[in-house]
């Protein structure tokens, strides 16, 4: 008979699988320790919207369009300077809508040559915020244990995750996830599952990369397409990046914001509200106008439920608030219903006013702004606060968070 290795002799006996899991297991909570942003270099200037888009997109026989979409872009400059879009930053410029002139025409065949793109300019846009948070982070690259890739450009495999890894150097041994198509609520859903990931195993640290580019669904405007007017009003290209992990190493890392708790809610009888299909020429996308009233009407419940799950009894004046500013419509009916102060989501107004609507990744850019204030002393003294991403579905993501030490004291 064959002798038995003694190492496979030794060791089944000894440990139970109750005692590995629980050695598998962090200690504290998953907690933000550092974000990094970036977008593309083309930045269109809100005032000069309309004609970027409509020359581009060679649609100057439509002005009734082209009045609405500058009485809309017009009425952000104007009425709500502070508030609102003043720039946003796009892939698409000149140079690409030259090289594919069929991008300005929605029914012509356009898909292969946007997912061939999309598949190199995502990741790389994607590659630079998280090299940023990586330098803010303090740590090499190699230490990364878990990818989470998000974005709604990825129809593709291998996709944009394999790409970005290699572009930041991760080891190859790095757990990668790619999350597709959850629009505007994909940074919500991204860090939910960094907080499982980075609480499940001890030691990981999970880089979140969220990445949008308005390329797949840039084309011209439509009668009676409404959704395409209000999309150019108000989307934008940026991608962030955000460094997950529990237990944080005293001398090298940073906590910033604790994540205590996490949920997801549908909305009922939601499902038509908010759409994204990809079609032979582009992504089609649908925003029913009743959709502001719609997270209003919900939002609430979604922060009774999580406070509760966790027996904490928050006042909602009292928190900082990372809310996904989807429009400035919704946050203000989302600030009315919850009975808060105008200057409550500041941070969320701030990006909507620098980026627009990013979708997915715009939650990451509040999260940094966020940061920026604490550390500045500004006014969201608050140790509790809630980070709200919302999208196709209608869903609502959740996550309580609490400020962290590296932030404490600034
Ligand atoms: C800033 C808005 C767009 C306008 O401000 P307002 O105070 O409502 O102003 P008005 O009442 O004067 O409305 C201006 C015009 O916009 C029209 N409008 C007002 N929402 C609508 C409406 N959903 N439909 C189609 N007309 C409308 C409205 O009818 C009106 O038209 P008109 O009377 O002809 O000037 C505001 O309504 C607002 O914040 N809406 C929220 C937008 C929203 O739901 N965002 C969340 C969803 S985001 C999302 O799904 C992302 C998908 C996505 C997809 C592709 C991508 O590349 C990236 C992302």
Same mark, same amino acid.
């Given at each position: 008979m064959a002798p038995v290795p003694a190492t496979a002799a030794a060791a089944p006996a000894a440990v139970s699988t109750h005692e590995i899991r629980r050695a598998q297991r962090a200690d504290g909570p998953a907690t933000v320790l550092a974000i990094g942003t970036a977008n593309p270099e083309?930045?269109?200037?809100?005032?000069?919207?309309?004609?970027?888009?409509?020359?581009l997109t060679k649609?100057? +026989?439509?002005?009734?369009?082209k009045n609405k979409l500058r009485r809309i872009c017009k009425h952000y400059a104007c009425t709500h300077i502070v508030t609102s879009i003043e720039k946003r930053f796009l892939h698409v410029n000149d140079d690409v809508m030259?090289? +594919?002139p069929e991008f300005a025409d929605r029914h012509l065949t356009s898909l292969d040559a946007r997912v061939e793109i999309a598949s190199k300019v995502v990741p790389e846009l994607a590659a630079a915020a998280s090299a940023k948070a990586i330098a803010d982070w303090g740590r090499p690259a190699t230490d990364i244990t878990h990818l989470i890739f998000s974005t709604y450009s990825g129809v593709k495999a291998p996709s944009g995750d394999r790409l970005l890894a290699s572009l930041l150097g991760l080891r190859p041994t790095v757990s990668r996830t790619v999350l597709s198509l959850h629009g505007c609520y994909g940074g919500g859903r991204a860090l939910q599952l960094a907080k499982e990931l980075a609480e499940n195993n001890r030691g990981a640290r999970v880089l979140v990369a969220c990445a949008e580019s308005t390329l797949i669904a840039f084309y011209g405007p439509e009668v009676g397409c409404n959704d395409t007017i209000i999309g150019q009003a108000l989307f934008g290209d940026g991608s962030g990046a955000v460094i997950v992990g529990a237990d944080p190493v005293g001398a090298v890392e940073r906590p910033l914001f604790e994540m205590t708790f996490a949920s997801?809610?549908?909305?009922?009888d939601s499902e038509g509200a908010i759409t994204m299909q990809y079609m032979k020429g582009g992504m089609d996308y649908h925003i029913a106008s009743g959709v502001p009233e719609m997270l209003a009407g919900n939002i609430e419940r979604c922060l009774v439920d999580a406070f509760g799950a966790i027996g904490v009894a928050a006042r909602w004046k009292d928190l900082f608030w990372a809310v996904h500013p989807g429009g400035r419509r919704i946050l203000d009916l989302i600030e009315e219903s919850l009975g808060l102060e105008n200057g409550a989501m500041a941070a969320s107004r701030q990006v909507l006013h620098e980026y627009g609507n990013m979708s997915g990744t715009t939650v990451i850019f509040v999260l940094n702004e966020l940061r920026r204030r604490f550390v500045a002393g500004g006014a969201e003294g608050a140790?509790?606060?809630?980070?709200?991403?919302?999208?196709?579905?209608?869903t609502v993501e959740t996550i309580l968070l609490r400020v962290g030490s590296g932030l404490k004291g600034n």
């Open positions: 083309t930045c269109v200037p809100q005032d000069e919207y309309t004609d970027f888009y409509f020359r649609s100057e +026989h439509l002005p009734e369009l030259e090289a +594919h997801q809610t549908t909305v009922p140790d509790w606060g809630a980070l709200m991403a919302f999208g196709p579905g209608v």
